[in-house]
């Protein structure tokens, strides 16, 4: 994974370097495109024709809506793509259950192309933005460019025509900030991505999440369940806003802005909040398209808790086909229902919660409920997620711990390097607001102030070679067991 990162960093250079000498937008066009598709090859091979075809379907269905604006018209068209999706998502599932030789078993051998979750959104997201009367006139090539840009075609983010366009179309010239932002998040998602690995691989063979996760025979205690759902939790973060923040940056340094996926999730106070905050392109896509226009239907309470409730049910079942994902989707839908009816009682009952430690307790629960929801995302087996769920539930089972103790130290470390990242970042954000009134000074306290304003305000620079040696240093210095998943697991839903 290391090799083809730098391979693809290679890439990118190459790619900036042609694309700073193009004067026309529509060279640079062409040249995104084209560059896009190989990246997209380089993965999914001969399937980037299903890539191809996508675009030039929606293309047309959307040029088709353009000219009479129907619901009959999206309805065709958001049909056509869950049936695409469908074949490629949910048929294999079918075929999983049928016998050797029969016509269903047949399904089970289709090959799933990497990213089609991702695109398939976006195309549905252009449909319901004409639909919703957006002013969108994309060129053939401008759409090929949007559902096949490569910073976003694999895992997202999952981006919009009415956002995408007016970049594609911008006159480009590097600038100091691009290049600041963009390499200080390339180097930050390359350290991400390298810790998750490292957490799915463990630090030796066996002792990571994929394997400890994949022993569905293995009785745990409750607090080899809380290490393990925890770890997961890292170590899903890591690899997922890891890739986030290596393509935001990459397309940084083109001078495109894409729609963030995370800020500090595990900071959540509640289950609403955490939503607003962890895969925020999909959360967000769900609630504009799919939630609101189903709370707005009837102004009854109970039917916009079932609105909650089923948005949350489509987002499991985004994830994937199963039994589980359906209930981990249910279950944060329920969470969130039963956040709101606390809120309704407070207001009620004139409750005042706020304070430290009223803020303590709503973020340890939260991240509590996050965490056992993990038990339903990754459980490898219905069984297997029954066997967590009792064995958290069973308080003896609290005084023994089985797993590798070099699991347990690595899921701390990862949980208290979390934070204390956050907290420094916070701490440098303060020192520049002090230093800017201490530069005003004269003398030493004026000098230390321009000093150190100019070491938090230019982090970039000092921080980024840090990240990368790290990173570099977990890459090759350390040997993990193997991993199943990486940096771009994510695409594999």
Request: with cysteine; hydrophobic share 50%.
């Amino acid at each position: 994974m290391t090799r083809e990162l730098v391979t693809y960093g290679i890439g990118v250079v190459v790619v900036w370097l042609v694309a700073m000498r193009q004067r026309s937008v529509t060279a640079r066009q062409v040249l995104y495109l084209v560059a896009s598709w190989l990246f997209y090859y380089s993965w999914g091979s001969w399937l980037i024709g299903l890539l191809i075809f996508s675009s030039l379907m929606n293309y047309a269905l959307g040029e088709w809506l353009k000219r009479r604006i129907t619901a009959g018209r999206l309805w065709t068209g958001i049909l056509l793509n869950l049936a695409f999706l469908s074949v490629f998502k949910y048929l294999p599932l079918l075929g999983a259950y049928g016998r050797a030789g029969s016509p269903l078993a047949m399904f089970k051998h289709i090959i799933f192309p990497i990213g089609v979750s991702f695109w398939t959104f976006e195309a549905l997201s252009y449909l319901l933005e004409i639909y919703r009367e957006e002013e969108l006139d994309p060129s053939l090539l401008e759409f090929c460019l949007y559902m096949s840009f490569w910073p976003t075609v694999l895992q997202g983010p999952i981006c919009r025509m009415s956002s995408m366009l007016p970049q594609f179309r911008q006159e480009w010239t590097v600038s100091n900030d691009d290049l600041k932002i963009g390499v200080r998040r390339v180097a930050i998602g390359g350290l991400m991505a390298a810790l998750g690995i490292l957490m799915a691989g463990g630090l030796h063979t066996g002792a990571g999440v994929d394997a400890l996760f994949d022993n569905t025979s293995a009785r745990w205690t409750g607090i080899d369940v809380w290490f393990l759902i925890i770890g997961y939790g890292f170590q899903l973060f890591f690899s997922f806003c890891g890739w986030s923040h290596l393509m935001i940056g990459a397309a940084r340094l083109f001078g495109i802005q894409l729609h963030e996926n995370f800020d500090r999730p595990y900071l959540s106070t509640t289950p609403s909040m955490f939503w607003t905050r962890w895969h925020m392109s999909l959360s967000f896509w769900i609630r504009d398209f799919l939630f609101l226009p189903l709370a707005t239907a009837r102004r009854e309470v109970w039917w916009r808790n079932l609105s909650l409730v089923i948005a949350m049910f489509v987002f499991g079942l985004w994830h994937g086909g199963s039994f589980l994902y359906m209930m981990w989707g249910t279950y944060h839908g329920v969470l969130m229902v039963l956040h709101r009816q606390w809120q309704e009682f407070r207001k009620r009952a004139g409750f005042e919660w706020s304070g430290f430690l009223p803020t303590l307790i709503s973020w340890a629960l939260t991240f509590s409920a996050v965490s056992i929801g993990y038990i339903f995302f990754n459980a490898r087996t219905i069984p297997q997620a029954l066997g967590m769920l009792k064995a958290i539930v069973s308080f003896p089972s609290y005084r023994h711990l089985t797993l590798d103790h070099s699991f347990c130290a690595m899921t701390l470390l990862a949980a208290a390097g979390y934070f204390a990242i956050i907290g420094a970042s916070e701490l440098l954000d303060r020192i520049a607001e002090a230093a800017r009134e201490w530069s005003t000074a004269v003398g030493l306290r004026g000098w230390i102030g321009s000093a150190l304003g100019t070491l938090a305000n230019e982090r970039w620079v000092w921080i980024t070679p840090v990240v990368i040696v790290l990173a570099l240093y977990l890459s090759v210095m350390f040997k993990p067991g193997h991993a199943e998943t990486g940096p771009v697991m994510y695409a594999l839903f």
